[in-house]
């Protein structure tokens, strides 16, 4: 399932920082801290949640330095998705943004291109690429010419590659860091067979 966590402003808007689902951990910085989680979280989509309090976790890893390996290990993971999301949001359009997010939705897909369902509803896609849902829809329909259609929640993708190029070549995210970026091959890179 999906899990949105979110933080309201003063004025009751509500932002969402991201999206949980199978294998993420939240609220692992006060494993070590002691903090208070600094978002709140609701579920988007049925969803399946493990509570373990932090103090648990926190004297079985004191005594167990693979499982203190594991949990350093998810919150950097975290950190990285942060950065990413903050690279997306200064360096690439409305366009690119949402490209790059049906690219990590699909990511599980194999082939050229296909067909999905949104994990979770259209408004919570809006906040978590800092759009409205008006602004959504219209990014929606400049993807069009990208092979992009969308029909409520059905999504189809004619081209992975193709989508990848409007996104990928403006995303200051490292090559080796992204599972879907477009990597051309390069004439010089082609294996020639020979006669």
């Known amino acids: ?101 049906l690219l990590r939705l699909s990511a599980g897909m194999v082939g050229q291109g296909g067909t999905f369902s949104l994990p979770y509803d259209k408004s919570i896609m809006a906040a978590q690429l800092g759009l409205d849902p008006a602004t959504l829809s219209r990014t929606f329909t400049k993807l069009k010419e990208r092979g992009v259609t969308n029909k409520g929640s059905e999504i189809h993708i004619r081209d992975f590659s193709m989508l990848s190029v409007g996104c990928c070549m403006h995303c200051p995210v490292p090559k080796c860091a992204c599972s879907r970026r477009y990597n051309p091959v390069k004439a010089e890179d082609k294996i020639v067979g020979s006669s």
Request: aromatic share 4%; glycine share 8%.
């Open 1 to 101: 399932g999906w899990i949105k966590l979110y933080n309201l402003t003063e004025d009751g808007r509500e932002i969402v920082t991201g999206m949980a689902t199978r294998g993420d951990v939240m609220g692992d910085l006060s494993i070590f801290d002691g903090s208070r989680h600094t978002f709140s979280a609701t579920v988007a989509e049925n969803a399946r949640v493990v509570e373990i309090p932090a103090v648990v976790l926190r004297e079985r890893a004191l005594g167990n330095p693979g499982l203190t390996a594991i949990i350093v290990g998810l919150i950097t993971r975290n950190l990285h998705n942060l950065r990413i999301e903050n690279a997306h949001l200064t360096s690439m359009d409305a366009p690119q943004r949402l490209s790059c997010l």
